[in-house]
């Protein structure tokens, strides 16, 4: 297929156009360097395309005729040789002494230089000339060198010099551009190109981005051995691409023409995918021969030797340095790497190597595989692949199920969605009930955050009755895992049979990681509900417990059990401290799975804390987090926040853009549909259009039947309440009111009470002395050390109920406060409100001062005064809840926006 825009590489076809579009005037060059399949040939290409009126002279460097000196050269130059005739006599003998093979001594290079300048020159007197050289470094060097020298020395010819070529070479003088990978929306872009009229899914896009590596030819070959059920997301894509494919055959035969001993040592670099050098450097000893052997497949582009690693630079290459060497080199190779890995930390990988080269069942070896995964921390990749090889070794079919099942649990951990579906594919029709009851836990956790929830809870009920005679921790998890599909399809009255069937799994004697998942289930059942009085001390105990975990049961899944319950009883900076830290060892331990879940958890008591900058980045993370990993139920609840959190500052633009971003929903009362109705709610708010909000909101869930978005109709709470309030829906807004008093009167939570005496004062009647009342006692109730915002909200109703009330002096005190504290948190909507309000109140306002606090963010503007203060990065992280490598990110900004340099600076601009 020919396509006729690439992808990526914009920059560089601009250029090469201005390079045309001067030659009426001046010459030019261009050297154009990527690896292969990068797009260099296709830049070649794109320039022949665009050289109306000029005579073009193209030639390729052919590793053939490497050792034939001026061999390129001839074969460029051979068009225009008639023209040789107009070069100086002793000039035209030097040319064509060596371009009939003679060669060129080496004081006769400049005059040889200089007659293909001139010939060049010649040739472009009646049209401009495009001279292009695709995969200079490739051919004979005396051809790069003389090239090279032309292209230093245009600026008089009406001559066009482009370049290509994949290894740095040093060609100096001539304007460079390096082609950089492909970036997710340019690998999408060609995906759509590639496979018009059959586009694939949104996580087999992503998957084949991955796996080609910003490479756009991989991207092809990838796409072109796409199968219909791979390319709906039904199959799982290929890793990398595939051998056979023109990338595939440009490296094999890059790889041919090593030398023996180079070939020998990178199908040893291939096989250890650790990649450490000292490995490399024992086994090419034993070998008999040396690690610097590599060197002509780093200058081939091959493969990269440094300090700490030996990495290919396009995953495709091991593959194909795999399979081009025979099945016997292969598993002499495997038992050498093995026999040099000794000690106990390099059990697993010695194992693995052992395992390569086994050739048959191997019960022993098998087992050793199982421990040695079992001890890999942090390395769940490995693992699974170790498991995987474990379960083809067994000669016990029970084992091999379970070891495949685990193998399938380490894929999903590393955050391989698509490896984990094919391992659980591979399990025999019948299987121990243990066995089944994992595989159906594995199978409902990977539906949930990225299937069909509904299916997901069918799937994980079913699979906590299977385990719950043999492991009633793993059924308790299942179980957590099905309230959760329950809460994120809307179907909260589902949770009443979660809670009954873990009900007997409860011991008195439970250790507290099983002891957690009992009280959470139960607090959460209780909560959703609305008994209160039995939630509260089951979710505080599943917070406690939470915070005392330690070894094995310190796991991310528990931690963010806790931090749920922690946001379901409102102890807000208890839950942000526990989805922190689920987040911090996921990433230590490598589980990217848990990541977006944590930091969802994040992002919420974020929001609760006030702190909205900081949730918009755990959003983002999450987000980016989800959408590698292949979790789109999950991506798509990060979208969600991002777009309240976006509408909650007015911002109207980003706000749409996330719910763009979500694109249609087949789940009505799913998650992420009710965040981006709360979103667009707020935005009607913002825009004056009360009723629209009203209906929007109260659309959210029916808290008495249990169905819809119990949980996000509550946080949403105050804004039905205040859209209500003003088209005089004092109906609506109770009922929702009633459920928001019931939960934040049971919390000891002063910001939650604070919102639902801001809410009383809404519904009381204007001008009366109890929405007065109400409105001060959420004054005194909002925390002074966080939650800025609502404060600021909560001064500006105040201001505009006094205002209303023809009381524009005492209005105005806390129109100013909300304007004051609208401005330092950048909120300029609400400013604005504020503003118009007190010009409503009587008072001349003008624009805001740009001071220095003005000029930053809410959460920038409290670091900084922190500092001023005199406390350290690591003082502000404790009390900020944030890691010292926040702080620091933040500081910088800090100054640059204020344009100084140091701290003592910072307090005096703020004194």
Do not use: K
């Not at 130059?77 to 003998?93: F, I, N, T, W």
């Not at 910003?214 to 791979?230: H, I, K, M, W």
């Not at 083809?392 to 894929?411: C, H, I, Q």
């Not at 763009?660 to 709360?678: N, V």
């Amino acid at each position: 297929m020919q396509l006729t825009v690439l992808r990526g590489r914009a920059d560089e076809c601009a250029a090469i156009r201005r390079l045309l579009g001067d030659l009426p005037v001046v010459g030019g060059a261009l050297l154009v360097q990527g690896e292969p399949g990068s797009g260099r040939s296709a830049l070649v290409d794109y320039a022949h395309r665009h050289a109306e009126g000029c005579t073009v002279l193209a030639g390729t460097g052919l590793p053939e005729e490497a050792g034939l000196p001026y061999a390129g050269l001839q074969r460029l130059l051979d068009p225009v040789l008639d023209r040789a005739g107009a070069l100086p006599e002793q000039q035209r003998r030097v040319l064509l002494r060596a371009l009939a093979g003679a060669g060129c001594p080496a004081h006769r290079r400049l005059a040889l230089s200089l007659a293909v300048l001139g010939l060049l020159a010649a040739a472009a007197r009646e049209r401009p000339l495009l001279c292009t050289m695709d995969d200079v470094d490739r051919g004979d060097p005396p051809t790069a060198e003389v090239l090279a020298f032309v292209a230093r020395r245009l600026r008089r010819a009406r001559v066009a010099v482009l370049l290509t070529t994949a290894a740095d070479v040093p060609l100096g003088g001539i304007a460079r551009h390096r082609l950089r990978p492909l970036d997710d929306r340019d690998s999408a872009a060609l995906l759509t190109d590639l496979l018009a009229g059959r586009p694939p899914a949104p996580p087999v896009a992503a998957a084949l981005g991955a796996a080609a590596g910003g490479n756009p030819q991989a991207l092809v070959d990838l796409a072109e051995a796409l199968t219909p059920g791979q390319s709906r997301g039904e199959e799982p894509v290929p890793e990398t691409p595939p051998p056979d494919g023109r990338l595939g055959r440009a490296y094999r035969a890059r790889l041919d023409r090593l030398p023996a001993d180079t070939r020998r040592v990178l199908l040893l670099a291939a096989l250890d995918e650790d990649g450490e050098p000292a490995t490399l450097v024992r086994a090419a000893r034993v070998a008999g021969t040396a690690v610097e052997a590599l060197a002509p497949a780093e200058l081939a582009g091959l493969v990269r030797v440094e300090p700490r690693r030996v990495t290919f630079p396009q995953p495709l290459v091991r593959a194909v340095v795999r399979a081009a060497a025979p099945l016997a080199e292969r598993r002499a190779a495997h038992l050498l790497l093995a026999g040099v890995l000794d000690g106990a930390g390099h059990r697993l990988r010695r194992a693995g190597h052992l395992a390569d080269a086994a050739q048959g069942p191997d019960p022993a070896l098998a087992a050793e595989l199982e421990q040695a995964a079992a001890e890999c921390a942090g390395a769940s990749t490995a693992a699974s692949a170790a498991l995987q090889r474990a379960a083809e070794l067994s000669d016990d079919p029970v084992r091999a199920a379970a070891r495949l099942v685990a193998a399938a649990r380490y894929a999903w951990s590393a955050g391989r969605a698509h490896r984990a579906r094919l391992l659980l594919g591979g399990l025999p029709g019948t299987v121990d009930a243990a066995v089944a009851g994992r595989a159906g836990l594995l199978r409902g956790e990977l539906e949930l955050r990225a299937g069909r929830p509904r299916s997901a809870l069918t799937t994980l009920l079913a699979a906590a009755d299977a385990l719950a005679g043999t492991d009633r921790a793993l059924a308790l998890g299942a179980l957590v895992r099905a309230g959760e599909a329950a809460c994120f399809a809307g179907d909260q009255y589902r949770y009443a049979d979660v809670a009954r069937r873990a009900e007997p799994l409860r011991r008195p004697d439970d250790p507290p990681a099983t002891e957690l998942l009992s009280c959470y289930v139960a607090g959460t059942a209780a909560t959703l509900r609305g008994d209160h009085e039995q939630a509260g001390p089951a979710l505080r105990r599943a917070v406690v417990l939470g915070g005392q975990l330690t070894g094995p049961a310190l796991t991310p899944s528990a931690l963010t059990c806790a931090a749920a319950a922690g946001l379901l009883v409102a102890v807000d900076g208890a839950a942000h401290r526990l989805a922190e830290r689920a987040v911090e060892l996921a990433r230590e331990r490598g589980e990217l799975s848990a990541l977006p879940r944590a930091l969802e958890l994040r992002a919420a008591a974020e929001y609760w804390l006030g702190r909205h900058d900081a949730a918009v980045e755990s959003s983002r993370e999450g987000l980016r987090i989800a959408r590698d990993t292949g979790q789109d139920n999950w991506a798509a609840v990060h979208l969600g926040m991002l777009a309240v959190l976006a509408a909650v500052r007015a911002d109207r633009g980003t706000s749409l853009r996330r719910i763009r971003e979500l694109g249609e929903d087949p789940g009505g009362h799913s998650r992420p549909r009710a965040l981006a109705q709360w979103a667009l709610a707020v935005l009607d708010l913002v825009d004056n259009r009360p009723a629209a909000a009203a209906a929007r909101l109260a659309a959210l869930a029916c808290p008495g039947t249990g169905r819809g978005q119990v949980m996000v109709l509550v946080m949403a709470t105050p804004y039905l309440v205040e859209a209500a309030a003003a088209v005089a829906d004092r109906p609506a807004a109770g009922a929702a009111l009633a459920v928001f008093d019931r939960w934040a009167s049971s919390t000891a939570s002063p910001s939650r009470r604070a919102l639902s005496a801001r809410c009383h004062g809404l519904l009381a009647p204007r001008g009366s002395a109890e929405a007065e009342r109400e409105f001060r006692t959420a004054l005194r109730l909002h925390p002074t050390d966080a939650g800025a915002f609502e404060r600021a909200r909560t001064e500006l109703l105040l201001g505009r109920e006094l205002r209303r009330s023809r009381r524009p002096r005492a209005a105005r005190e806390h129109l100013h406060a909300a304007r004051e504290a609208f401005t330092l948190l950048g909120a300029a909507t609400w400013a604005e409100q504020a503003t118009t309000e007190l010009r409503a109140a009587g008072e001349s306002v003008g624009p805001p001062e740009a001071s220095a606090a003005r000029l930053l963010t809410g959460q920038q503007l409290r670091i900084a005064q922190l500092v001023a203060e005199g406390a350290t990065n690591r003082e502000i992280a404790a009390r900020m809840f944030l890691s010292t490598r926040t702080v620091d990110h933040h500081l910088r900004n800090i100054f640059h926006r204020l344009n100084i340099r140091s701290r003592t600076e910072l307090a005096r601009a703020l004194s």
